[in-house]
């Protein structure tokens, strides 16, 4: 009965939920900034933006959340990426509203409003004493900048007489927008709401996750976003998180597990939070039907079933999430050094400081090697080095 598909997929309760405390408060002190959030594949970055929904809501913060996943969404164009974005604050602040109704009674509250929505071009729409004047873009699901303008400003002021200030967007997957021939003026405008917009730029935040595609992103035209924006790498747990996270997997489900269990899961996954998952559920799974294996079969297992992943993290060939040349001898040049810094890694590896500084970011942002403070770092996970050395020679 483990949750989230044997957690491997993103955690969405509190309770499972470790780390990442420095964001959270980061975000809970200063909700209407534009942040953008970068990390590897099963790093936690939709994980993430779920523990900042719910610290905002939980927590008497001044911004109202807003989920935004960007994958599933699809926006079409600019025009259609601002009516999903006021149909789904609009969904979220009636989901809110009728928090105490059943579960039944809020799925039919949604989908009548999402009809409603669909049918009619505007005017005033109630549900459970809630009231909103809304502009709707007819079938079209598209918003012009004026309707889409209008329509923000009303639910600021709505939010305002509840004792919040504003809004938070926290968009996942935005690699999506980056690929699209909109793009640009996606940016742009985004950058104009925060720039020049007095009415709404002290109450509208952003909060987006991606990984290279983002970060690599150049805008050719108008003001870039990335420019103002607060750009944060997730990295690894700390090993006070981690051992957390063990101990609450035991308890749940009563295996017990000795320091040099500890040990092993906390080495051979690095502090990776997905990996200790998954490392945690096959020991765990070993002890239930009594099956004993040694250590070396058990991580030949391990590197097996997480071929794919590692695959996708290691080759260039994937270019949003595989290591480049430069990347890929950093990382060897760590394997043999076990710690040091851009410095001394640059003068073993032959390449300039700049690229090894850069070549450590995305390492230590993909999880599989550990920063330990300003400037020194240190191997990650020994599955994903043991794969390294057996798997690409």
């Known amino acids: 009965n483990r949750p989230f598909d044997n957690f491997r997929l993103a955690i969405s309760k509190p309770d499972y939920f470790f780390g ?6 980061n975000v809970m002190r200063s909700p209407f900034q534009v942040r953008i959030i970068l ?8 994980s993430t933006l779920n523990a900042i929904q719910w610290t905002l809501f939980n927590q008497n913060s001044r911004a109202f959340p807003v989920l935004f996943n960007l994958q599933q969404e699809q926006p079409e164009s600019l025009d259609n990426f601002r009516y999903l974005l006021i149909l789904r604050l609009q969904e979220a602040l009636i989901q809110k509203q009728t928090q105490s109704s059943n579960a039944e009674s ?3 509250l949604r989908r009548t409003y999402r009809r409603l929505l669909r049918q009619f071009s505007g005017g005033e729409i109630g549900i459970s004493g809630f009231k909103l004047n809304v502009t709707n873009p007819h079938q079209e699901r598209r918003l012009i900048h004026e309707d889409f303008r209008q329509d923000l400003l009303k639910i600021i002021k709505h939010l305002q007489k509840h004792n919040l200030e504003g809004i938070c967007f926290l968009l996942d997957g935005a690699e999506f927008i980056v690929r699209q021939e909109w793009a640009n003026d996606a940016w742009s405008y985004l950058r104009g ?5 007095t009415a709404i730029n002290p109450f509208l935040g952003f909060c987006f996750s991606g990984y290279r595609d983002l970060k690599d992103y150049q805008q050719r035209v108008g003001s870039p976003l990335l420019n103002i924006a607060d750009v944060e790498w997730l990295g690894t747990l700390t090993e006070s998180d981690t051992r957390s996270l063990i101990v609450q997997r035991n308890q749940n489900q009563g295996v017990p597990l000795t320091e040099i269990g500890y040990n092993t899961i906390l080495d051979w ?3 990776h939070p997905y990996l200790t998952q998954q490392l945690i559920n096959e020991i765990f799974d070993d002890y239930q039907m009594g ?3 040694s250590t070396e079969s058990f991580m030949l297992h391990q590197q097996r079933k997480h071929d794919r992943d590692f695959s996708a993290w290691w080759d260039e060939d994937q270019r949003s999430y595989g290591f480049s040349q430069v ?3 950093v990382y060897r040049t760590l394997v043999q050094q076990r710690e040091g810094t851009a410095e001394t890694l640059a003068e073993q590896a032959q390449f300039s400081f700049g690229e090894v500084a850069d070549a450590l970011e995305v390492l230590t942002g993909t999880g599989v090697i550990r920063q330990l403070d300003d400037q020194r ?3 990650g996970s020994k599955l994903f080095e043991e794969w390294v050395v057996r798997e690409r020679r």
């Open 20 to 25: 990442r405390q420095k964001l959270l408060a």
């Open 39 to 46: 990390g590897g594949r099963r790093l936690g970055k939709t």
């Open 106 to 108: 809020r799925l039919g």
């Open 193 to 197: 709401l925060k720039d020049t917009d």
């Open 269 to 271: 996954a690095g502090y």
């Open 291 to 293: 099956k004993s294996r």
């Open 327 to 329: 990347e890929q001898t």
């Open 377 to 379: 770092y240190r191997m």
